[in-house]
């Protein structure tokens, strides 16, 4: 996702744009693939630097933790990052725009969607998972796996709770 903001480099301290993202799906960093990318940034230009700030939103392919299946999951991202202007290879490894003028934001986004993503997707709030026995996904029909557990060990204790 390269954007051409050339005509801020040009212009002086202070001086912003917006960028309209709006990128269909999208391969950002290698295993990360996003359905869509839209947002909107508004571009700051600073002495050396350019500030970008805003919000996008996108989905990414996950797997729910309690069920298994795989779902896309759709998040919303704070950006706010700085890039740098035209370094052969930035001192303090930050991100940089070309030469040419190009921004290219596969990067820093790629990290934010890293960031985002929760350690435990769930495909929704209620998700009812699998069954510990059989291994039927609860959310489409319910088992008819026993409660009771089957451990003979267990017996002389079960006797007492009756």
Known sequence: MRYNVSALLKAPVGAQIMLTVDEGQHRIAEGLV??????TLRLTRTDQRVLAQGRVETQVPAECV???EPFNLPLSIR???LFTLFPASPPDKTYHIGEDGYLNLDKPL??????TVP???LCR???KGL???CGQNLNEETCHCS???DDPRLAALRTLLK
């Open 131 to 133: 069954c510990s026995q």
């Open 125 to 127: 709030p209620d998700c």
């Open 119 to 121: 350690m435990q997707t």
């Open 147 to 149: 409660d009771e557990p």
């Open 110 to 115: 790629a990290e934010q969607i890293q960031l």
């Open 66 to 68: 309690r069920c298994l």
């Open 34 to 39: 996003v359905e869509y990318v839209r947002g």
């Open 79 to 81: 950006f706010e990052e």
